[in-house]
């Protein structure tokens, strides 16, 4: 531990499992205070009490959940000073299968659902005059897709051009906003989606020959979220072992 985030309020939306419990994990050992919240109660709860942290079981694509869970952090911690907005879901559906209920409901939570976090964190950082807003995005959407993901694409997309403007809107409050684009990071949830076959198809894709982790997305969070990054707005990071690089199929350099 290297308290990066000691003396530091975070709220983090969506911990129950995956990404989400990476970056609370890793904001905890840097010493940050934590109040956690997802839409899974139990689960939501086990990672809050494996890490000490307060939690709130929240429907991020609702304001009102947004708010209490904002709540929740100041009356705790008597503060905010960092807002992680990850819960996002990616169920695979063709556009001419996705019904307008399908697509609201991916557009709910993962681009309303940042919209929620940031509007609901804005008063209180405001206040502060400094506060940092982070939001997990991803590859697919802003460069990349693949079949299956119009909403999902079109939500992550949106999110970057959110983030661009939230962090130019903020700024003069002292509030930075960025995110992170995650590459294909082995989760409970893409194991549960996407199956092994998927897997060894990325893995092969990969020039880095592996999916990403948690932890490995949870870093360029910290350092989003660290004293580092006090002068980086409106940007992305991209972790995803190298994904996004080649040109064709065949980019592997074997060893002689
Ligand atoms: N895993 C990947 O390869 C990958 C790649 C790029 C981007 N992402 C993004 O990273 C984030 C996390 O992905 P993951 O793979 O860890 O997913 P996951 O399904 O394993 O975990 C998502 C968490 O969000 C919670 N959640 C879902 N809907 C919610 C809601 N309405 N309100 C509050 N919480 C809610 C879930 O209960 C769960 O704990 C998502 O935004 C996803 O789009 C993931």
Not at 173 to 199: D, M
Request: charged share 20%; hydrophobic share 45%.
């Amino acid at each position: 531990m290297t308290a990066r985030l000691e003396g530091k309020v975070a709220l983090i939306i969506g911990t129950a499992r995956g990404i989400g419990k990476g970056i609370a994990q890793r904001f905890a050992e840097e010493g940050a205070r934590l109040a956690l919240a997802d839409s899974e109660d139990e689960a939501g709860q086990a990672t809050a009490s494996e890490l000490g942290a307060a939690f709130i079981r929240t429907d991020i694509s609702v304001m009102a959940s947004a708010e209490a869970a904002v709540r929740l952090a100041i009356e705790r911690h008597g503060r905010l000073d960092i807002i992680v907005q990850n819960a996002g879901i990616y169920p695979w559906q063709l556009i001419e299968n996705t019904s307008p209920e399908d697509w609201d409901r991916v557009m709910g939570v993962n681009l309303r659902g940042c919209f929620n976090a940031a509007r609901a964190a804005l008063a209180p950082m405001k206040a502060q005059r400094s506060g940092r807003m982070l939001f997990t995005s991803s590859i697919t959407g802003p460069h990349v897709t693949s079949p299956g993901h119009g909403h999902y694409a079109a939500s992550k997309a949106g999110i970057n051009g959110f983030i661009r403007s939230a962090a130019l809107e903020f700024a003069g409050y002292g509030i930075t906003v960025n995110g992170v684009e995650p590459g294909n990071i082995l989760t409970e949830g893409i194991q549960a989606h996407r199956g092994p076959a998927f897997i060894k198809t990325m893995e092969d894709a990969i020039p880095l020959g592996r999916l990403g982790s948690p932890r490995d997305v949870a870093n360029a969070f910290l350092f989003l979220a660290s004293d580092d990054a006090s002068y980086v707005t409106g940007t992305t990071i991209v972790v995803d072992g190298g994904q996004l690089l080649p040109e064709g199929a065949d980019f592997r350099i074997l060893p002689p």
